[in-house]
Each structure stands twice: as structure tokens, then as C-alpha cells.
């Protein structure tokens, strides 16, 4: 019998400090699987961010680089405009991404940067213990809204992917889920097309992946689940929000 | 003797470094550097290098940060304001050990200040600039020649200890001509960058630019390896003039930069007088040339006069040195204004007795 499953190469066989029911590992799966289908170890470039995958570069086999807060789509662009051939990513956390790092990630949209941003939805702070972030839902109680978070004096959750995707630098941008099998294979294919923009040279592309955060939350890993689908969808729909390559597919 | 030119400061800061093998160049416009970007901007793309105006500093040194990480050979420059934004990118440079120059072009603070010429951020780059325990080599020109010589030996420092370096110049170096000449500087042996996070390649272990680690005994580690480093740099990185200092005089001048040139003509009007001016100039602010203090001790009958165009910031770098063995004035002015030989002089004779 032939090998039915293996880990992929491109993560290093080394536990990781996430916990129980997190779905960032599921995510690191799935970019280092498209990072090795694509046959690209070798010359891929990771970023990791600050928040929960902040030790992302201890996980990846490529070489990685670990940014300051917010600033990991500056550092990947210094990263590709020195060393065109490589292939970039960041993978970035809701804080990180849209909150303190708002004008990296928009400039490096608009500027149409040859690479891709793995951006990780979970509506919350995890890193730091639960806080609210830009993305945390109306109502949702977290430690810096624990009267749930009231939209007159917090302000309104960012629909990250349609504001990139309003950006004529961005070539691709989708909101994918990663809460059961058939949308962790849309997922997958997501970050695959991103990847191969990158290698084409096509621009800049931007995957929204809706996360879990079961420990904050406060929520089992599979009430998290339940959650992500009934609150998180409805605010942050799934699907393409732009693709300027499709004849490309 | 190689072709002269007759150059803007901030240009040929930009000449020198493309010269000097800088292939990316990010940065963000502020005056009084502004030209120096404008410069890269056009004459980058015919280097076959990368010119990029980030939409911050901030986003600017964290290009930076990316590219030389890489191992690619790259800077940036901004004006004081402009440096504070920068400083956190900095930190992490300096804890990566990601090899860049920085250039300021030091214009009047606190706040927006204004964009005269100034020397105030003597204490931001030398003492402070980020959080942590670390330090770069700083180079304090004060020539349009000597600022683009100093270019492709900082570059060249930062390659051989793995750090950021800075040339503090101000905004009149940044502003004024002069005639110049590009010369092929003394290169040094530089080794492989086999840290470089440029892609794994045939290489079977992944490399990472990082400054996180979490575990307090191996951060220790970490920082008194980089303290091992500065110690090193401190031994074989210091620079310094020494000017009509050889024979006891009758008052030392201690400037740095542009001041230092104005000094020069102070120590030729006070000559006429037959008052004898000995002049220290430091190249390096750090690493502050303390040796230049111990050659110099008990030659001066009236100690030292600083002078700077800030409200006294290298004081107390003197003070050290000197360790209290002599006598450490201070002559300034600040808010962009530049001092002149004869203000400069009317304080000297009003140390030394007026004669």
C-alpha cells in the first residue's frame, strides 16, 4: 500500500505552542502544503507577525523573518524588492493586521506588491489574553469590551477583504473559513492561487481566513466552530471579493 | 587625482552610496533630506538598483529591516522626526543583527521643530535610540568629502559586526555644495553573509531574522553577545581628529560636525592673537573617542570648551572622559541656528581671560 498522508516539508516536525482547537495549525498546514505542491521550499520567504503566530518562523522550514507589530507587509516588501525571484508571504493576525499595522498592509495593496498575506480572523486579541481587536463583532465580550463591544463608542468591526479589494494594487483577494472539510479545501485552494499570483508576478493577493480562538473565546473547540459559523459569516461573508486574473484558472 | 564635483551634500550622500554597492534605497520625504531621496529616486533605477518612497519611516525601516535581511546591501534616511519614528525598526534591526545604514540629517527639534541645521540629536543617536540595551557606530562628518568617504566604510562596518550604522550629518551638510571627489575607499575583508534570510537554496536548515526569544537566561545571552560586539567595536571602530593639540595651548575645543569646521576658523582668528586653540573632533560619537581626552590631559591651561549646536549634549560624554581631572565648558546655539567664528571667539577670550 502506497502512502495515504504524510506532513508536509515545508513545517518542521517540532510541536507548537498553540492551543487546544486553534485553527492557526490547520492554517499552517495548508500553506505548507501549497508551499511544497508548488515545489516552492526553496525559495519561499515567510513573515511572521506579532499575536499568536509570532513564533510562525519556528514552524516553517523556509527562511522566515519575525516583524515588529504591524509592519510584516513592510518587511516583506523590503524582502521582494531586493530578491525578486523569491516568493513572500505574511501571515498576520487581526490585531497586527488592521489595527497597529493598517497603513503597511493598505500601502503594500496599493503598491501592488508581488506578494501574498495570509491574514488570520479570529475577531480577537489571543496573544495577549483576549482583548478586543478591529475585527471583534458587535456585542462580543472580550477583556477590553466586557460589556460586549458597543459599536457608539467602539466603532464598527472592518470587513478587511472588501476594503483591500476596493485597491487597484490588489489582485486577489478572498475571505475563506476554515470550519469544515469542504471550506478547508476552498481554503486551500485559495492560498494555492495566491501563491501562484506571486510566482506569476501578477500582484498583490490578500486571503482572509476565518479563524477560531476556543481559549478566549471561552468557547470548546467545537462551540468555537459553531460560533465562527453563526456569528462570524453572517458579518464576514465568505467567497472572492476580487480577482482581476480569473481567466488566468 | 579623480574627477571633481560640485555637489549638494545630500546628493552625494546618495552618489557615494550607490558607489559604494546600495542596491535598495527606501525612504520618506522630510526636510532637509528630502533631496537625497529625490536623488535615488533618479539615479537608482540606472544603477539597476531599487528606489521605493514608503508611506511612512516607519514602513520605511521595516523595508529595511526585510531587505537587509536578505543580505541585500541597503539604506534609508530621513531628518529627525523622521528618525524618531524610525526607532523602533531600529531595535529590532540591532537585536536582529541586520547590517543597514541610516542617515539623519539632524534639523532643529524638540517636536516638529524646525529645518535648520542642528546637532540635537547627538543623545537620541548616540544614548537612545530604541528600546533595549544596544548601540550603533554613529559618523559624524564634517565635510560633504568627508561624509561620502565615510559612506562605503559604514556600509562596510555594518557588514563586518552585522549591525546598523548612522551618519549623523545636519541640515547644513545636507544643504550646502562643495567640491567633491568620489574615491575608491580602502575595502575591507567582509564575510559571507551565511545568515542571510534570502531563501533556503541547497541549504538544509532554515535561516530566520528574528528578535523575539522568550526564554530570560538565552536572552541574556543574546544581549551580552551583543555587548561583546560593541566592546569590539569600541576598540577598532573609533575616530577622531586631533588639531593643534600636539603642544600645551591654551583651551581645547571639543566639536563634532559642522561646528567642528567653524572651530577650525576660530583656532586661525585666535592665532593671530597668539591665543593657542587645541581642537578634538570626534568622527565616531560611539564610539566616543575618550582617547582623544586621556592624549590631551593637563595640555590645556583652561580645559574644554564644547561646541555644538544644541544645548549641550555631548557634555557629558566629555565629562567622562575626563573624569573630572578637568574643567568641561560649554558654547551653543540651538533652534537651527548656526554659530558663527566671531560669537564663538568672543566666548573663548571670555574663558581665557580676554586677552
Known amino acids: 500500500m502506497g502512502i495515504v498522508y504524510q506532513p508536509t516539508k515545508a513545517l518542521l516536525d517540532v510541536p507548537t505552542h498553540y492551543c487546544p482547537g486553534c485553527t492557526h495549525g490547520i492554517i499552517h498546514k495548508l500553506v505548507g502544503e501549497v508551499i511544497e505542491e508548488l515545489g516552492i521550499l526553496d525559495k519561499t520567504i515567510g513573515v511572521a507577525s506579532v499575536g499568536c503566530s509570532v513564533l510562525a518562523y519556528n514552524y516553517f522550514a523556509c527562511d522566515m523573518f519575525q516583524a515588529a507589530h504591524g509592519r510584516a507587509p513592510a ?16 501571515y498576520q493576525g487581526d490585531g497586527d493586521l488592521i489595527a497597529i499595522g493598517t497603513g503597511e498592509v493598505v500601502h503594500a495593496a496599493a503598491r501592488g506588491e508581488n506578494i501574498s498575506t495570509i491574514f488570520v480572523n479570529n475577531c480577537i486579541y489571543g496573544m495577549t489574553g483576549g482583548q478586543m481587536a478591529p475585527t471583534t463583532l458587535e456585542g462580543q465580550i472580550t477583556e477590553t469590551s466586557p460589556y460586549g463591544r458597543d459599536l457608539k463608542t467602539q466603532g464598527y468591526p472592518i470587513r478587511v477583504s472588501e476594503m483591500i479589494s476596493t485597491l487597484d494594487g490588489a489582485t486577489y483577494v478572498e475571505r475563506v473559513s476554515v470550519d469544515n472539510i469542504a471550506n478547508l479545501t476552498k481554503a486551500k485552494k485559495a492560498i494555492k492561487k495566491a501563491f501562484n499570483n506571486s510566482i506569476k508576478g501578477l500582484g498583490y493577493s490578500f486571503i482572509e481566513v476565518l479563524s477560531t480562538c476556543p481559549t478566549n473565546w471561552g468557547l470548546s473547540p467545537q462551540d468555537s466552530l459553531k460560533w465562527l459559523r453563526e456569528n462570524m459569516i453572517p458579518y464576514y461573508p465568505l467567497g472572492v471579493k476580487k480577482d482581476t486574473n480569473k481567466e488566468d484558472k | 587625482m579623480g574627477e571633481k564635483f560640485l555637489m549638494k551634500g545630500n546628493e552625494a550622500i546618495a552618489e557615494a552610496a550607490i558607489r559604494a554597492g546600495c542596491k535598495c534605497f527606501f525612504g520618506y520625504p522630510i526636510t532637509p533630506q528630502t533631496e537625497l531621496i529625490a536623488y535615488m529616486a533618479k539615479n537608482m533605477k540606472k544603477a539597476n538598483g531599487v528606489f521605493l518612497q514608503a508611506e511612512s519611516e516607519i514602513a520605511a525601516i521595516n523595508m529595511v529591516y526585510g531587505c537587509g535581511g536578505t543580505g541585500v546591501r541597503c539604506m534609508t534616511s530621513s531628518s529627525s522626526p523622521g528618525i524618531s519614528l524610525m526607532t523602533e525598526g531600529i531595535s529590532y534591526l540591532a537585536a536582529a543583527e541586520v547590517p543597514c545604514l541610516i542617515v539623519d540629517v539632524v534639523r532643529c527639534g524638540p517636536g516638529l521643530g524646525g529645518i535648520q541645521p542642528a546637532q ?17 557606530p554613529v559618523y559624524a562628518p564634517a565635510s560633504i568629502q568627508e561624509m561620502i568617504d565615510l559612506i562605503s566604510e559604514a556600509f562596510d562596518v555594518s557588514d563586518l559586526y552585522r549591525t546598523p550604522v548612522m551618519i549623523m550629518a545636519d541640515g547644513m551638510l545636507g544643504q550646502m555644495m562643495e567640491g567633491i571627489e568620489f574615491k575608491e575607499n580602502k575595502k575591507r575583508d567582509l564575510p559571507e553573509k551565511t545568515w542571510a534570510a534570502n531563501g533556503l537554496g541547497k541549504r538544509n536548515k532554515h535561516n530566520i531574522i528574528n528578535s523575539l526569544e522568550l526564554n530570560p537566561e538565552k536572552l541574556e545571552e543574546l544581549n551580552l553577545k551583543l555587548q561583546e560586539k560593541y566592546k569590539i567595536i569600541k576598540e577598532n571602530e573609533v575616530k577622531y581628529e586631533l588639531y593643534n593639540c600636539e603642544n600645551s595651548c591654551d583651551l581645547i575645543l571639543v566639536s563634532f560636525g559642522i561646528t567642528a569646521r567653524i572651530c577650525k576658523s576660530v583656532i586661525s582668528l585666535a592665532k593671530e592673537d597668539g591665543i593657542n586653540l587645541g581642537l578634538i573632533r570626534p568622527i565616531t560619537t560611539w564610539p566616543f573617542p575618550n582617547e582623544a581626552f586621556i592624549k590631551t590631559l593637563g595640555k590645556s591651561k583652561n580645559g574644554y570648551l564644547s561646541v555644538e549646536m544644541n544645548c549641550g549634549q555631548m557634555v557629558e560624554d566629555i565629562k567622562l572622559a575626563v573624569n573630572g581631572k578637568e574643567e568641561v565648558r560649554f558654547y551653543g546655539r540651538t533652534g537651527g541656528i548656526v554659530p558663527t567664528v566671531d560669537e564663538i571667539y568672543q566666548y573663548v577670550k571670555s574663558i581665557i581671560g580676554g586677552m
Open chain 1, 75 to 90: 518587511v516583506a516588501t523590503g524582502i521582494k524588492r531586493g530578491n525578486p525571484d523569491k516568493v513572500v508571504f505574511t
Open chain 2, 120 to 136: 540635537s540629536d547627538y543623545l537620541f543617536l548616540n544614548k537612545g535610540l530604541g528600546h533595549g540595551d544596544f548601540n550603533l
